[in-house]
């Protein structure tokens, strides 16, 4: 089963934020009439269907958008391929919380040293 299918169970009162950011393949009527309904602003991709290209508008408005969200899955892909997954070993919930900070602190200093080496007087 693909995971726009199962959207809806994604969000719930324990999401935070007022705003949804997905592919066009998780946009559909139902699944923004529920956005609407939860009061949840769409960033949702648009996709263009055969004889219906996508106007010059809804180009621009998919590549800010993609920007936007190739930020977000640079640092999730990064787990998965460098960090051993998205996947944790602890079942309490502070043990996840430190597993994440963990992580997150661990990517964003291999970030630094990225541009450190790349530029080093752009660097601090």
């Known amino acids: 089963m693909h995971d726009s299918q199962v959207l809806e169970a994604l969000l ?3 999401n935070q934020g007022e705003e949804v950011w997905a592919h066009s393949a998780y946009r559909n ?3 923004e009439w529920i ?3 939860l009061q949840l602003l769409s960033h949702i991709n648009e996709r ?6 996508l106007t010059a508008k809804q ?5 800010e958008r993609s920007q936007v969200r190739a930020k977000v899955e640079h640092v ?19 043990s ?7 992580k997150n602190l661990v990517y ?16 601090g």
């Open 108 to 123: 964003n200093i291999k970030r630094y040293g990225f541009w450190e080496n790349k530029n080093p007087k752009a660097v």
């Open 48 to 53: 263009a269907y055969g004889n219906h290209p």
């Open 12 to 14: 719930d009162d324990q």
């Open 76 to 94: 999730f892909g990064h787990w998965v391929n460098e960090m051993g997954g998205k996947l944790m070993g602890s079942i309490a919930k502070e």
């Open 35 to 37: 956005l609407q309904i």
């Open 29 to 31: 009527e139902s699944i």
């Open 59 to 63: 180009k621009e408005d998919t590549r």
């Open 96 to 102: 996840v919380k430190a597993t994440l900070l963990v």
